[in-house]
């Protein structure tokens, strides 16, 4: 694990005042920097709440971690690997000792085989956070999973699944591949098509079993940008030179932590039966070693290979979102920057 993300801590935490529930602030995003200003007039926004993210390998968990304890505040955990037990190595979880008495929440959650739900996490996550909120402490909620994120902080609605149209999905899913039923996806919800890749099964999926339950456009039910927590999102990048060698070293520190030994353990525990759990990078490329399909470094090779691809998804993600206050993950003023950011949404 890397080290603390160096920079200066304020000199007491900043608590804000008492939670003030209020209805669902209306109106589109404003592009663009948090500038200090008048209250803006209209209904009041529980919170505030501040969010780190961006793609991995950029310094995410330890930015939060000072964020939080210069703010004396919480962490929430928006890492959708991260809400599993003994999924610790693999999802680069801090251990006890590295949180530094910081609380941490939405952590070891969910057995491995235990299917992930966004609807579930949400109505978890947003507990946590009300909490955090009661107790006069800033809420930190801190990964790369976008739609987790999303999840907390916006006014999305989930529908639930139909467990007999789904498992017919999936059959068709691995009789005729990916490529066909996003065709199939084309023609019934081209807006929702085009948002997703021809080779995400898992979601296409998930848009025809929406698209199957309720009679409308699985893009209805897509991300809205409607906030119901006063927040902020700073944001971490990367050249992309940077963060893929970092990724490679992530791995082969992964490795050298024992990776292999803690998805040999979990496959004992039931990890290949967890439909997402067993699909978590690096969990799935070492289950391939241990099934005899490709030997340890060709898992090896195939973790940082696909690491680096979904960074790139998940850059593409977050940097549609035009609330992220973004920041250089490399500056060495980091956490001066991210805590002048947070203190304008404090302040207002």
């Known amino acids: 694990m890397p080290g603390p993300v160096p920079g200066p801590v ?18 589109p995003v404003r592009p663009g920097p948090v500038r200090p200003g008048p209250v803006r007039p209209g209904p009041v926004l529980p919170g505030p709440v501040v969010a780190v993210v961006g793609p991995t390998a950029t310094g995410k968990s330890d930015l939060g971690l000072a964020v939080a304890g210069a703010l004396g505040g919480e962490v929430v955990n928006a890492d959708s690997m991260q809400l599993y037990r003994g999924m610790d190595i693999g999802t680069a979880k801090l ?10 929440h939405m952590l070891d959650v969910w057995d491995v085989t235990e299917t992930a739900s966004v609807a579930g996490y949400q109505r978890l996550a947003r507990a946590a956070v009300d909490d955090v909120l009661a107790r006069g402490r800033v809420p930190v909620l801190v990964g790369g999973s976008g739609l987790y994120v999303r999840a907390v902080l916006d006014g999305l609605d989930f529908p639930g699944t139909d467990p007999g149209l789904r498992a017919r999905l999936e059959s068709e899913l691995a009789a005729c591949g990916a ?7 084309s023609t019934l ?24 339950m309720t009679g409308r456009p699985y893009a209805a039910t897509l991300p809205s940008y409607t906030a119901v927590y006063d927040a902020v999102q700073v944001g971490l990048d ?32 039931g990890l290949r039966d967890g439909v997402t759990a067993s699909r978590a990078l690096g969990y799935r490329q070492v289950l391939r070693a241990l099934d005899g399909l490709c030997t340890l470094a060709e898992a ?18 977050f940097r549609r979102d035009p609330r992220v206050h973004w920041l250089d993950a490399g500056s060495p003023g980091l956490v001066a920057d991210a805590l002048a950011v947070a203190d304008r949404t404090l302040d207002r």
Not at 95 to 104: C, Y
Not at 179 to 185: F, G, I, K, N, S
Not at 300 to 317: I, N
């Open 189 to 212: 919800d081209p807006a929702a098509a085009a948002q997703i890749l021809p080779s995400n099964g898992r979601r296409i999926v998930r848009a025809l079993e929406v698209i199957g």
């Open 238 to 269: 990367r050249p992309a030179a940077d963060l893929d060698a970092r990724v490679a070293d992530r791995v082969d520190r992964m490795w050298a932590l024992g990776l292999v030994e803690e998805v040999r353990r979990l496959a004992g525990a």
């Open 179 to 185: 490529p066909a039923l996003h065709a199939r996806l």
């Open 10 to 27: 304020l000199p007491g935490p900043v608590r804000p005042g008492p939670v003030r529930p209020g209805p669902v602030l209306p109106g």
């Open 95 to 104: 251990t006890p000792a590295a949180r530094r008495g910081v609380r941490h």
């Open 300 to 317: 090896r090779a195939l973790t940082v290979r696909d690491t680096r691809r979904f960074v790139r998804r998940q850059r593409s993600w």
